[in-house]
């Protein structure tokens, strides 16, 4: 038997697991770590944080599945996107990693939004605006207040970047992270020019341009005798942490749609071809797939429901700690015994502005049409419906660009529960499929580094042996119609409150 080790390097921590080649999960490690916020818009992490979390994950995931090293063939990669490494000649770190929700770069951002107003940035790097997150907008705060960190960059990486160096001794990036740094052309699939002669970065400063699942090269020996792998073992390419999701779950053809509803609620709709929203909606992104494109974005999701547990249901958490039953699935029994609709409560889910389609940072958290009817249950029942409501206005919006959604592939905290299953299909209209294997971004990373050794013929061969359907939610037709009329409202009440949000903020 053969098998791939995969590495999620997630946001607060890395996950560590190891597949056989039908895809079958054989043990995991999740290794956490804090992250370092040094002022109230400042995010980091050290350097060595993430790599002994690293180490402890792969000799965690060794001792207990006890394989030959040599039988693992490849190593593949799922990462975080934006997070920024700038080295020295020498590859040593010149300090702590940005991380991508670091927020201080807010004066750069709209330095570099002005710069370029007049130029088709959207055409050219896919994103509709320049936002602090973007590496472009950390870049030109790095150049402006910690000059002699910038005058010693060698290169500047992102996080899966820096890893594939570490263990390969390589200088390589994969479009699908590249794509939001805004200095990478997503057409032409080279470096913008323009934008790195503004931050004053030649390309001798970034990584070689690879394919995800691109084969790099094998373990070094020094990190082999670090972390007990084996030489053997090949590094390829990996993909954006989304993407790789979405391959976990199989959304690699045009049709399938995919959301994952954790902290966040994040949508990937895969498409063969580059695409403009006139309206600039939705940005366009670059796939895992060779010269595939995706739409992908991401709004407040779980962690409205995630706020509301935590300040309102101590009681569930008190019977979750008591007995192991999880609380959110209390909460989705009680729920699953209010109308839909919840008798007229309805929430905008924005307590941290809201994305696109919306793109509007300054929407606030609303609950609506609240009466003495309602309890707890109500407003737990609002929230999930409200998150299946942005789920549905992302699918409308995409649908209007000519992307066909035919099915949803659910992944995350929230496909866990089959009565947020039964509603997102209710509410959207459309049948919501989840997957086995509850890690699908290191599945996810896992088809695409063995499709990279030739594992497998192609990404699709490869999703169909290593994705299988767990449950399937088709949509109940007399809630849908319930659901017309609610969400109907739920765009009105958002309508009528944006200049009212706008207003508050000091606009």
Same mark, same amino acid.
């Given at each position: 038997m ?5 590495? &999620?390097?997630g946001?607060?921590a890395? =996950?560590?697991?190891?597949f056989?080649e039908?895809g079958?999960l054989?043990v995991?490690?999740?290794q956490?770590y804090?992250l370092l916020?040094p002022t109230?818009l400042?995010v980091?992490?050290?350097i ?6 690293f180490t +402890?994950g792969v000799?965690d ?10 039988s693992i063939?490849?190593i ?9 490494i700038?080295?020295?000649?020498s590859?040593?770190?010149l300090?702590?990693?940005?991380v991508? #929700? ?15 107003k ?6 050219i790097?896919?994103q509709v605006?320049i936002?602090?997150?973007w590496? !472009?907008?950390?870049i030109l705060?790095?150049k ?5 960190v910038?005058k010693?960059v060698?290169?500047y990486l ?9 263990l ?5 990036a994969?479009g ?5 740094t ?9 470096y913008w020019t323009?934008?790195?002669?503004y931050?004053g ?7 070689a341009i690879c394919?995800s699942?691109?084969v790099?090269g094998?373990v070094?020996?020094?990190i082999?005798?670090?972390?007990g792998l +084996?030489t053997?073992t090949?590094?390829c390419t ?7 999701g979405a ?6 053809e045009p049709?399938v749609f +995919?959301?994952c ?5 994040? @949508? ?6 580059p695409f403009?929203?006139p309206q600039?909606?939705m940005p366009?992104?670059?796939?895992? #797939?060779?010269d595939?494109y995706?739409v ?5 999701g779980? #962690?409205?429901?995630k ?5 309102f249901?101590e009681?569930?958490?008190?019977v979750?700690?008591?007995?192991? *039953?999880d ?5 989705s029994i009680a ?6 609709g919840?008798? $007229?409560? *309805? #929430?905008?889910p924005?307590?941290q502005g809201a994305m !696109?389609p919306e793109?509007?940072?300054k929407?606030?958290g609303?609950?609506? $049409?609240?009466t ?8 737990t029942?609002a929230?999930?419906?409200? @998150?299946a ?8 919006? @995409?649908?209007?660009?000519?992307i066909?959604?035919n099915? @949803?592939?659910?992944l $995350?905290?929230g496909?866990?529960s089959?009565?947020w299953?039964?509603?997102k ?5 459309k049948p919501?499929?989840?997957t086995?294997n509850?890690?699908e !971004?290191c599945?996810g990373? !896992?088809i695409v580094?063995?499709?990279g050794?030739g594992?497998?013929?192609n990404l =699709?061969?490869a999703?169909r042996?290593?994705?299988?359907v767990?449950?399937?939610?088709e949509p109940n037709l007399s809630?849908?119609g319930i659901? &017309?009329?609610?969400?109907r409202?739920y765009?009105?009440?958002?309508t009528s ?8 903020t $000091?606009?």
């Amino acid at each position: 038997m053969e098998y791939i080790l995969s590495l &999620d390097l997630g946001t607060s921590a890395i =996950k560590v697991a190891l597949f056989n080649e039908d895809g079958d999960l054989v043990v995991s490690s999740n290794q956490e770590y804090s992250l370092l916020t040094p002022t109230a818009l400042s995010v980091e992490v050290e350097i060595e944080t993430y790599w002994n979390a690293f180490t +402890s994950g792969v000799n965690d995931v060794l001792s207990r599945s006890k394989v030959n090293t040599d039988s693992i063939r490849v190593i593949g990669i799922s990462a975080q996107g934006e997070t920024l490494i700038p080295v020295d000649s020498s590859g040593q770190p010149l300090r702590n990693a940005i991380v991508w #929700m670091d927020n201080r770069a807010q004066e750069e951002a709209a330095e570099l939004e002005l710069a370029f107003k007049n130029s088709d940035l959207y055409g050219i790097t896919g994103q509709v605006s320049i936002v602090p997150t973007w590496p !472009a907008s950390k870049i030109l705060w790095i150049k402006k207040n910690e000059p002699e960190v910038y005058k010693k960059v060698d290169k500047y990486l992102l996080i899966e970047d820096y890893f594939i160096y570490r263990l390969t001794g390589k200088f390589v990036a994969e479009g699908s992270l590249l794509c939001s740094t805004v200095y990478w052309d997503i057409i032409k699939k080279k470096y913008w020019t323009e934008m790195l002669d503004y931050l004053g970065v030649n390309e001798e400063q970034l990584p070689a341009i690879c394919e995800s699942g691109d084969v790099i090269g094998r373990v070094q020996s020094n990190i082999a005798a670090e972390t007990g792998l +084996s030489t053997l073992t090949v590094v390829c390419t990996g993909v954006l942490d989304q993407v790789a999701g979405a391959i976990g779950v199989g959304n690699v053809e045009p049709g399938v749609f +995919s959301e994952c509803t954790g902290s966040a609620l994040a @949508i990937v709709s895969t498409v063969d071809t580059p695409f403009c929203d006139p309206q600039k909606r939705m940005p366009c992104h670059y796939h895992g #797939m060779p010269d595939t494109y995706m739409v992908h974005t991401f709004t407040t999701g779980g #962690m409205v429901l995630k706020w509301f547990r935590d300040r309102f249901c101590e009681n569930e958490m008190a019977v979750e700690e008591a007995s192991d *039953i999880d609380a959110y699935e209390l909460m989705s029994i009680a729920a699953a015994k209010v109308p839909p609709g919840s008798e $007229g409560l *309805i #929430m905008l889910p924005h307590l941290q502005g809201a994305m !696109a389609p919306e793109n509007d940072p300054k929407a606030k958290g609303v609950f609506y $049409g609240l009466t003495l009817t309602h309890t707890r249950a109500h407003f737990t029942r609002a929230i999930m419906e409200s @998150i299946a409501f942005l789920l549905r206005k992302n699918i409308e919006v @995409i649908e209007d660009m000519g992307i066909p959604v035919n099915e @949803i592939r659910s992944l $995350g905290g929230g496909a866990r529960s089959s009565f947020w299953g039964q509603l997102k299909a209710d509410v959207t209209g459309k049948p919501v499929v989840v997957t086995c294997n509850e890690e699908e !971004a290191c599945l996810g990373a !896992a088809i695409v580094a063995g499709t990279g050794i030739g594992m497998f013929s192609n990404l =699709k061969e490869a999703s169909r042996r290593m994705v299988s359907v767990k449950n399937r939610y088709e949509p109940n037709l007399s809630n849908k119609g319930i659901y &017309d009329d609610v969400y109907r409202k739920y765009l009105e009440l958002y309508t009528s409150l944006r200049p009212m949000f706008a207003k508050e903020t $000091g606009d």
